[in-house]
């Protein structure tokens, strides 16, 4: 079944503890992207990738990193998470970058207390 | 400055009601506009990309729409499994940016 894993599901977190929520899609995408949803604001983008080794920055990536070592994985690494980077997560996949149709993770809920 | 905004922010309609959802943008140049039905708890699912005016794409009882300063789902006859946030998103031309709307939230009752 084609698919976009992301794990965990669930996490709550403190303050400034480093953290990897892990991405992986089963469909030999070449473009992996990572977004947050807020209530009010919509889905935002923060990072993206064109393919192995090739990554770039989304609208709010502060505070957050990347790395696309391999096509089926996009690990997004909080290294000192905030309060302010509590939110839902999502990961997404398409084979032809933005304008092609892309397939969404089922969503991390992460909190930082 | 380019956004996408969604109207309205949510309805409610009694099943078989049919009705429109509107995504009006404005975008220094577009290429292509994605309509995703998110259900709670879930991630987006793709529903329909349109890329030029005029340009119509139909898939159940949903049908999408795409003029040059907006686009239209319409849902003919909807059930209560239709019930879910509907999101649109667009792709600017010079950088293939994406942005995307907030979401109308749709409940269709029985």
């Known amino acids: 079944e084609a698919q976009v894993t992301q794990n965990p599901r669930y996490l709550i977190t403190v303050t400034g503890k480093k953290l990897t929520v892990t991405c992986s899609q089963n469909?030999?995408?070449?473009?992996m992207s990572w977004y947050r949803q807020d209530p009010g604001l919509g889905l935002r983008q923060i990072y993206y990738?064109?393919?192995?080794?090739?990554?770039d920055k989304g609208d709010v990536p502060e505070g957050y990193k990347v790395s696309r070592k391999e096509k089926r994985n996009f690990p997004l690494i909080l290294e000192s998470p905030s309060p302010n980077q509590t939110s839902l997560y999502f990961c997404?996949?398409?084979?032809?970058?933005?304008?092609?149709?892309?397939?969404f993770g089922q969503g991390t809920r992460l909190t930082v207390v | 400055e380019d956004q996408v905004t969604q109207s309205p922010e949510a309805l409610r309609l009694q099943e078989g009601e049919s009705s429109s959802l509107n995504c009006s943008y404005t975008?220094?140049?577009?290429?292509?506009l994605f309509w995703y039905r998110q259900d709670p708890g879930k991630g987006p699912e793709f529903l329909f990309t349109l890329y030029s005016a005029g340009e119509e794409k139909e898939k159940e009882r949903l049908k999408a729409t795409l003029t040059k300063k907006e686009s239209f789902l319409h849902i003919t006859a909807p059930k209560p499994e239709d019930s879910a946030t509907y999101l649109c998103a667009v792709i600017r031309y010079r950088d293939d940016k994406i942005i995307f709307g907030k979401g109308t939230r749709l409940h269709i009752l029985p």
């Open positions: 975008v220094s140049g577009l290429r292509g």
């Open positions: 997404a996949s398409s084979w032809g970058g933005q304008n092609t149709e892309a397939f």
């Open positions: 469909m030999n995408h070449e473009y």
């Open positions: 990738s064109m393919n192995v080794e090739v990554t």
